[in-house]
């Protein structure tokens, strides 16, 4: 789902705080790779953050600050990333996409995630 023409207007303020545009244009990517993760994405934009939520229980929140801004995935067993460069894009991304594919096949019945090694296995009543 695509944010409003308020939540974008927001967004651009959000990234505004940061100082550095390369990094601005990093948080602005990030922000709509999110939001098209899914057509059932919602979209809240507060004075500190971006928050971004599914029905299956996919959460990303996202923060700017100065020379930097931070991804937290599914802040109740969270993973933060603080992204200042393309390789914390790309990391931070990769982390959110996976985390978005897990919850998802887990409402499915699909594979649950092992938390050990980041693959996936059986559901557990297929395991011996």
Do not use: W
């Amino acid at each position: 789902m695509q944010p409003s023409k308020d939540a974008t207007r927001k967004l651009n303020v959000m990234a505004g705080r940061l100082a550095d545009e390369p990094v601005r244009d990093l948080f602005t990517r990030f922000c709509r790779e999110i939001a098209l993760f899914s057509d059932s994405m919602t979209v809240v934009v507060t004075p500190f953050e971006v928050r971004y939520s599914d029905p299956q229980g996919f959460q990303v929140h996202v923060s700017p600050y100065r020379d930097l801004f931070r991804v937290s995935i599914n802040p109740a067993n969270p993973c933060d990333i603080r992204v200042s460069g393309e390789d914390g894009y790309v990391s931070a991304l990769d982390l959110a996409l996976k985390s978005f594919l897990d919850i998802h096949a887990l409402a499915a019945g699909g594979a649950e995630p092992d938390p050990g090694n980041g693959s996936t296995t059986a559901p557990s009543m297929f395991r011996p």
